[in-house]
């Protein structure tokens, strides 16, 4: 059975979503006339929009920091570091490639998230990949449409609910037991506790402190990554070339050549940003904001921090090191960032990384744990026992991340993350014609003089979305501003 689910994730991962991912941001991008590129300056004035205004919902920053909180860690620091042992430097480029035309998809599916949110009884909004399947596709599948939406709410349970917080325990549990000694399942206990009080306490808990946590760490490691490139400024060139070059078999380095860093860069790459999978736009429609396209751009720029930035830093931080990186085993990849950091400035980089990884890995949880209830909610909504016994599972599951080992998480989490990427990517591409509108939408308002697009359900009452949601009078900017 092990080997069938191989044979299968490789089908899927290797050929499957090779065959789609790319292709798909691709028309994506150009169909939209390049949305992730023309719009770019724009995504930092509209998150600092979401500063402006007081809601109970979160905001736009907020929903950017748990997405982000979601994608920066474990894929930017062990994932990354996998990448390069089973792919090569290669890998590198195909995941930026992935992330350029990743943040065209996910702009287009965090804004029809966003557009088929819902408004649920005690004021907060549900939303994503199930949901926009449901309400969207329904004219289209038919009764085929809550089935697919139960499905994907499924896939996402098990890939996040389970898989991905058994991963961000392990990478954790590694990292400490690494630079400090301390055995994994103490380290393991004590990431429970403090995730058993953040998710206990719901979304909004889990937003604000993620708004806290994420940007202060994020931006501690791109600095101590900022200032290992400074210091090694001239061999940046030659790491950027073998990284080009090995992404087209020029300079083979592992078995497999340009076939293995495809399908790695793929897949970590995929499993880093997420965009495509599915997973941000249910954080995307959790937030408040004026118009659907807003957090489409926002969680655009997410992808951008995330593959560009964060895992291309991680990544010339292990090349530019003396460490042997090319087929090592499961337990070096877990700590290789922190002993490439090590040779770079010191020891003390494996202290930091260990406390960094920690933290990064606390966040990811919370953001992984949010998309399960996601899916709990999705079959019973409202049901808070349903959802406390599910936040019980999720802290079981942290403590079992910390006595497993890597390959067993990831050859089971590829599985379901490459079955949750094909039912996401069908129904954003049958939705995609629906997303241009809304963009167009909001283009033809900024033409227009309007400062902050304002969203009228009316405009799209053809569409089965909630009014609720997009009560004009309710919006603290009122019904339009010019």
């Known amino acids: ?174 990292s400490i037991d690494s630079a400090f000694g301390a055995p994994r399942m103490w380290s393991g206990i004590a990431l429970a506790v403090l995730v058993s009080f953040v998710i206990f306490g719901g979304v909004r808990r889990i937003a604000n402190v993620a708004e806290v946590i994420v940007p202060i760490m994020a931006v501690f490691y791109a600095l101590l990554g900022l200032y290992v490139l400074v210091t090694h400024l001239p061999q940046i060139p030659g790491a950027l070339s073998t990284i080009v070059t090995s992404a087209f078999g020029l300079n083979e380095a592992v078995a497999g050549g340009m076939g293995a860093a495809i399908m790695m860069g793929v897949n970590r790459g995929l499993f880093s940003n997420e965009a495509g999978l599915g997973s941000a736009p249910n954080v995307a429609a959790a937030a408040y904001v004026e118009h659907p396209a807003q957090q489409g751009m926002v969680q655009s720029l997410s992808v951008f921090i995330d593959t560009i930035i964060m895992c291309t830093v991680t990544a010339l931080i292990i090349i530019l090191s003396t460490q042997n990186y090319i087929g090592v085993d499961d337990e070096v990849q877990g700590v290789l960032t922190q002993l490439a950091l090590a040779d770079h400035i010191g020891g003390w980089a494996e202290y930091f ?36 016994i599910y936040r019980v599972i999720v802290v079981g599951f942290v403590l079992l991340g910390a006595t497993i080992q890597l390959a067993d998480v990831l050859s089971f989490s590829d599985l379901t993350m490459g079955l949750l990427a094909i039912v996401n990517l069908f129904a954003v591409a049958l939705l995609f014609p629906i997303g241009l509108r809304v963009m167009r939408d909001f283009d033809g308002q900024r033409k227009a003089g309007v400062t902050i697009p304002i969203f009228d359900p009316e405009k799209f009452s053809d569409l089965e979305i909630d009014k609720a949601a997009w009560q004009l009078d309710e919006r603290p900017d009122g019904p339009a501003n010019t």
């Open 353 to 388: 990384i260990a406390f960094a990884l920690f933290l990064f890995a606390f966040s990811s949880i919370m953001y992984s744990y949010y998309l399960g209830e996601n899916a709990v909610d999705y079959y019973i909504p409202d049901n808070k026992m349903a959802v406390n």
């Open 1 to 174: 059975m092990p080997e069938f689910l191989d044979a299968l994730s490789n089908l899927i991962n290797g050929k499957i979503l090779i065959a789609a991912l790319i292709p798909i941001g691709l028309i994506f991008t150009i169909w939209s006339r390049g949305v992730q590129f023309r719009l770019f300056g724009s995504m930092f004035s509209v998150l600092g929009q979401g500063f402006q205004h007081e809601t109970d919902q979160p905001s736009s920053f907020q929903a950017l920091a748990l997405s982000v909180a979601g994608r920066v860690g474990g894929g930017n620091i062990a994932g990354v570091a996998a990448a390069l042992a089973l792919g090569g430097p290669g890998a590198i480029f195909w995941m930026w490639i992935v992330g350029l035309v990743g943040m065209a998809t996910s702009y287009f599916e965090c804004t029809i998230a966003q557009l088929y949110k819902q408004k649920e009884p005690n004021g907060d909004f549900r939303g994503g990949p199930a949901y926009y399947i449901k309400h969207g596709l329904g004219k289209k599948l038919g009764k085929g449409a809550p089935v697919l939406g139960f499905v994907y709410s499924l896939l996402l349970l098990v890939t996040f609910g389970f898989a991905f917080i058994c991963f961000q325990s392990f990478a954790t549990t590694s």
